[in-house]
């Protein structure tokens, strides 16, 4: 009986091995109606690259799931028109979430050869791009061969995003903004009213207080759901007064940091972060964030734009009205903004011309009124390309998506110079703030101390820091 | 005499070169890929580097002080040890418990003895998102068989254990198939006569069967001990340290200086001193060597 | 009569017995258990909470969008290769290392025993980056060959033969020398065929063991068609919020390959190393 199970395992896996290697390079057949292939490579027509007529280079990115077929399926419409006509091919690998690491390791062992030639990157990948000698700065390739992207064309917040030491690094590809989710129908039931979501932090506890539902002294419903880490202090306290920079030589991107610069803000937070917790409605940290938005187990979340979405189509299924507004302030008349989230296209020189000019039209395709419109259509990402808004197809679309307008709307009139730090010890910092966050929600630092404990040591990682790469 | 001197000194010089040709690949391997690299790492905790792991200074002890002055340091070090305490005599002892179980044959042996050993076909990562699932507050099937409503991974006091209870569960199936294989090759006569005796089944196992599997036995506490001093995988896919650094070992954080901060002045002497706290670990459980392992399998 | 009564009670008991034991046993394999029914779950069963073990309705399509999502297959063949070849070559050094250990004398013997051994407390992450300048330095990257490369050896099988080695009667080596067997030649002809159980269990673990590994292969290769099957799975893992349908299929689909070599090699595994060569 056993021999017999083996067996079938054996043959079942012969039949997968087989199949397998009949399709060569791993791109497997779509049984869905798609026209891309699955996340994974495309290959350059070897022949046309022997005749020395198609440049190939290599795209990297870490785009997962429906993102990565949106990702893909650009590449693709590269290769199918600017690319033919100019004869680039690009090969897109999928690298995951190591990309950042890898690269850093690509650049730290000099391995050139190995290098992609544009290659996905976040803003914390920053320094470690800026430190390569293989870099090639967006800002220097403006105006080159085919010239179709102008510095202007681009959001200034996007592009200052991606600015160190007064360049612009890399192109600003997938932008997201951060937003305050929350479930109208909860709203109704509390007597709140939808149409009027919470402006500032005190509203939200309020707010909080009245969505939060307890049953046999368990809660059942929490008001709000939100993990205070530095993704979203930044937000916070970038948004305050006209913009407020998180630390000096603006945040990191003229210099490295020295201190923090918001003690003041920082307060202001924490302060508010007190009473939420108070309130007994906080969630303090995540199991299952969208899904447990989705379906009701949370009345509001903080997440970026990006998840808009995952949330609708989780919301299908559970059928919830829900809503976004707009990052909460502290004081009415706030208007610095939210930082921009997301990640961008950086190129490297291999030494090849031919290759870095290929790398410069493809991120100018990226970058393109119309690509950025079907990426954005495609993802939720916010279109980084200032023309795209005015596409007509675009314009249809989200039409029927109130939250992109929203979100569109706030990634616009943010200040560029509210941004996310450029700081390549991020991980300490994200600890010391999740952990001066907890205690405060759990009763055992007051807002004060908890000011005072992230000042401290965020401080002091800094001068570590900088002791050892001045 | 004078031929039968110059076969023996003959031999010698043969004898002499021997070992280390079998030696040789192993050694080479492990020169290249494990101690080059590492001799490097300990030379260069001993200097300032900058992000990107290029010397800057010499500063001898500083940086091993630092690390020692650092409380996440010294928590994640506790952590690994009560992390160690536990998983190791649970999954050895578990796993010896199973084995005795499947011991003797019978007629649906096969079907237990693959499900016992079935941990070990399972990938960390994969193993680390079932549990996580299972153990999820809200969706997971523990909070919802047993009604507790424990948050798990999120609540600093249990998380740990969390962990460890995924850690004994991966490593069963190791564990058991190694004791079973030492069991079953006993000889039978021996287990029949101390069944004649009277002795009874606990009896059996830990005065005799115990003793004379204990050369697997010193093995697998050994494997165990290094490899679960060495953890990272699961605190760094779970609950990446948290919550409140109550999962962080000694390895999770040298990860997280090491890529998140790019801090090499603390991960290369946080290696150093795990390292340096296996190695005595395993020295203590390799004098017990000595005393408790008989290799006489009579 | 009371024999049949006594039977029929020695009987029952061990059906309970065995009853008992398959439950046990159940709850060890339920993880795996529960992931193989999550795999044909809907998604919206997933996320309701409560308990949820059998799917309501079955479906394939998790099976579907694993497939879709990442060549699955070719990565199961990479990952095939690397663990079969380089736990063949795993073997082959490690016997011979455990060789020496066990049987031959030479200075030092236990010192370079515990160096040997250290080595296995030297934390992988930490000699990474180095290992990768290495193998590019040699020209490795995105070859099979640089994936393999450091798999082919491992302190612990080194140690996992040696004790088993030792557990062998030395009188039969010596018995052997008298005759004039050279080393090599018991080696070759007498050790390894009489522990072709242990060998055996060495390389299954060695084969599951590199068939899991996910970081160092990640590092070496840069063009997907070398990727090996954890890499896969965790193409499925979507940073903006798990699927579980999904990766609970490709995590079956990758466990098969393990189960087979399994299932096939039990017997042989379990059917005990030799205590020695010698009984008396």
Redesign the interface.
């Known amino acids: 009986m056993k021999k017999r199970m083996v067996i079938c395992l054996v043959m079942a896996m012969m039949a997968g091995l087989l199949s397998g290697c009949g399709q060569g390079s791993g791109t497997t057949k779509t049984q869905a109606a798609q026209t891309t292939p699955a996340t994974g490579e495309t290959k350059a027509p070897d022949e046309a690259a022997a005749k020395g007529e198609t440049v190939a280079f290599d795209v990297w990115h870490s785009m997962e799931g429906s993102n990565g077929e949106a990702f893909e399926a650009m590449v693709k419409s590269f290769n199918d028109t600017t690319g033919k006509e100019m004869g680039l091919y690009a090969n897109s690998v999928f690298q995951g979430s190591d990309t950042a690491s890898k690269l850093k390791t690509l650049i730290q062992t000099n391995d050139v050869e190995n290098m992609p030639d544009v290659c996905l990157v976040y803003g914390a990948s920053l320094p470690v791009v800026a430190k390569s000698g293989n870099k090639v700065a967006v800002d220097d390739m403006y105006g080159q061969g085919s010239a179709s992207i102008q510095k202007a064309d681009i959001n200034p917040s996007a592009a200052q995003t991606f600015t160190y030491q007064g360049e612009q690094l890399c192109m600003p590809f997938n932008s997201s903004t951060l937003l305050l989710y929350y479930n109208a129908d909860a709203f109704v039931e509390a007597g709140l009213d939808p149409e009027n979501p919470p402006k500032t932090l005190d509203e939200i506890i309020e707010a909080c207080q009245k969505l939060t539902i307890t049953e046999d002294g368990k809660v059942t419903c929490y008001g709000m759901n939100v993990v205070l880490d530095r993704y979203i202090m930044v937000n916070l306290i970038g948004n305050q007064g006209n913009g407020t920079y998180f630390g000096d030589n603006e945040s990191g991107r003229a210099g490295l940091i020295i201190q923090l610069t918001c003690e003041d803000e920082l307060r202001n937070v924490y302060n508010a972060w007190e009473k939420l917790a108070a309130t007994g409605g906080l969630k303090y940290n995540y199991d299952n964030q969208n899904e447990e938005f989705a379906t009701g187990k949370n009345a509001m979340t903080l997440m970026s734009s990006a998840r808009i979405g995952s949330v609708t189509k989780l919301t299908k299924d559970s059928g919830i009205d829900w809503r976004v507004t707009y990052l909460p302030d502290i004081n009415p008349g706030d208007q610095g903004g939210a930082c921009i989230g997301g990640a961008s296209l950086a190129m490297f020189d291999k030494g090849n011309e031919a290759k870095k000019m290929a790398a410069w039209e493809f991120i100018q395709y990226a970058a393109s009124t119309e690509t950025q419109a079907t990426w954005s259509m495609a993802t939720g990402y916010l279109p980084i390309n200032l023309g795209t808004k005015d596409m007509s197809d675009f314009k249809n679309y989200i039409e029927g998506n109130p939250a992109l307008v929203l979100a569109l709307e706030q990634f616009e009139s943010s200040n560029p110079m509210v941004q996310e730090p450029v700081m390549m010890m991020q991980g300490s910092i994200d600890e010391i703030i999740k952990e001066a966050s907890t205690n405060v929600c759990e009763g055992s630092m007051t807002a004060e101390e908890a000011t005072n404990y992230v000042m401290e040591q965020c401080n002091k990682t800094f001068e570590d820091y900088n002791k050892a790469n001045e | 005499m004078q031929r039968a001197k110059a076969h023996i000194k003959k031999k010698t010089l043969f004898?002499?070169i021997?070992?280390?040709l079998?030696?040789a690949?192993?050694?080479l391997?492990?020169g290249?890929?494990?101690?080059?690299?590492?001799l490097?790492?300990i030379v260069e905790s001993f200097f300032?580097?900058?992000?990107?792991?290029e010397i800057?200074e010499f500063v001898g002890l500083e940086n091993i002080i630092n690390i020692l002055h650092n409380a996440k340091f010294i928590q994640s070090i506790g952590n690994t040890l009560k992390f160690v305490v536990f998983s190791v005599p649970f999954s050895v002892g578990i796993a010896f418990i199973?084995a005795m179980?499947?011991s003797k044959k019978?007629?649906?042996s096969?079907?237990?003895?693959?499900?016992?050993?079935?941990?070990?076909?399972?990938?960390?990562?994969?193993?680390a998102?079932?549990?996580e699932?299972?153990f999820?507050?809200?969706?997971g099937?523990v909070n919802?068989?047993s009604g507790l409503?424990i948050?798990w991974l999120?609540d600093k006091h249990t998380a740990l254990w969390v962990i460890i209870i995924i850690q004994v569960?991966m490593n069963?199936g190791?564990n058991f198939?190694?004791i079973?294989?030492?069991i079953?090759?006993?000889?039978v006569d021996l287990l029949e006569s101390a069944n004649l005796e009277g002795a009874n089944a606990v009896q059996i196992a830990v005065k005799i069967i115990m003793p004379l599997v204990s050369?697997?036995l010193?093995?697998l506490v050994?494997?165990s001990l290094?490899?679960m001093?060495?953890m990272?995988g699961l605190s760094l896919i779970l609950t990446k340290?948290?919550?409140?650094?109550s999962t962080e070992t000694m390895?999770s954080f040298?990860?997280?200086q090491?890529?998140?901060?790019?801090?090499y002045?603390a991960?290369?002497p946080c290696?150093v001193l795990?390292?340096s706290i296996?190695?005595v670990a395993?020295?203590i459980t390799?004098i017990y060597e000595k005393k408790g392992v008989n290799?006489d399998?009579? | 009569m009371i024999c049949n009564r006594d039977r029929l009670k020695r009987n029952i008991s061990g059906i309970i017995i065995q009853g008992l034991y398959l439950c046990v046993g159940l709850m060890i394999a339920f993880p795996i258990i529960y992931a193989f029914f999550i795999s044909f779950m809907e998604p919206s069963q997933v996320l309701t909470g409560g308990i949820n073990i059998l799917p309501k309705r079955w479906t394939f399509e998790n099976y579907r969008t694993a497939f879709r999502s990442a060549p699955l297959m070719r990565f199961m063949w990479n990952s095939f290769v690397i663990a079969f070849v380089s736990s063949i070559v795993r073997i082959i050094v490690a016997a011979m290392a455990a060789f020496a250990f066990a049987f031959l004398d030479f200075p030092c013997k236990n010192v370079i025993f515990m160096i040997m051994l250290a080595s296995m407390m030297i934390p992988a992450d930490i000699v990474l980056v180095a290992n990768y300048r290495t193998v590019s330095q040699l020209g490795w990257i995105n070859t099979y060959l640089g994936m393999m490369i450091v798999f082919f050896v491992s302190a612990l099988n080194i140690f996992m033969l040696r004790q088993s080695f030792m557990s062998f009667s030395i009188s039969l080596k010596e018995a052997a020398h008298i005759d004039g067997c050279s080393n090599f030649k018991f080696f070759i002809r007498i050790l390894l065929p009489t522990n072709v159980s242990t060998l055996m269990t060495v390389f299954i673990t060695a084969f599951i063991g590199t068939w899991n590994t996910y970081l160092w292969p990640l590092m070496v290769t840069n063009r997907t068609e070398m990727r090996t099957v954890q890499v896969g799975v965790t193409m499925l893992n979507f940073s903006e919020g798990t699927v579980y349908g999904p990766i609970m299929a490709a995590s079956m689909i990758i466990l098969v390959p393990s189960l087979i070599l399994f299932l096939a090699f039990q017997k042989r595994i379990v059917a005990g190393m030799m205590a020695g060569g010698v009984k008396g």
Not at chain 2, 110 to 127: D, G, R
Not at chain 2, 258 to 263: D, L, P, R, W
Request: net charge positive.
């Open positions: 004898q002499k021997e070992p280390v079998y030696l690949p192993a050694f391997l492990l290249v890929f494990t101690y080059y690299p590492f490097k790492t300032r580097l900058n992000s990107m792991g800057r199973l179980i499947a019978r007629t649906i096969p079907f237990y003895e693959t499900f016992f050993s079935l941990p070990m076909a399972m990938s960390m990562s994969v193993s998102m079932i549990f699932l299972m999820s507050p809200t969706l099937i919802a068989i409503d948050k999120n569960w069963l190791y198939l190694f079973l294989s030492a079953r090759g006993l000889s050369p697997t010193f093995f050994c494997n290094a490899k001093m060495m990272s340290g948290g919550p409140q650094g390895i040298m990860y997280k090491a890529t998140e901060n790019s801090n002045n991960a290369y290696a795990a390292f296996t190695m395993t020295l390799f290799y399998m009579q």
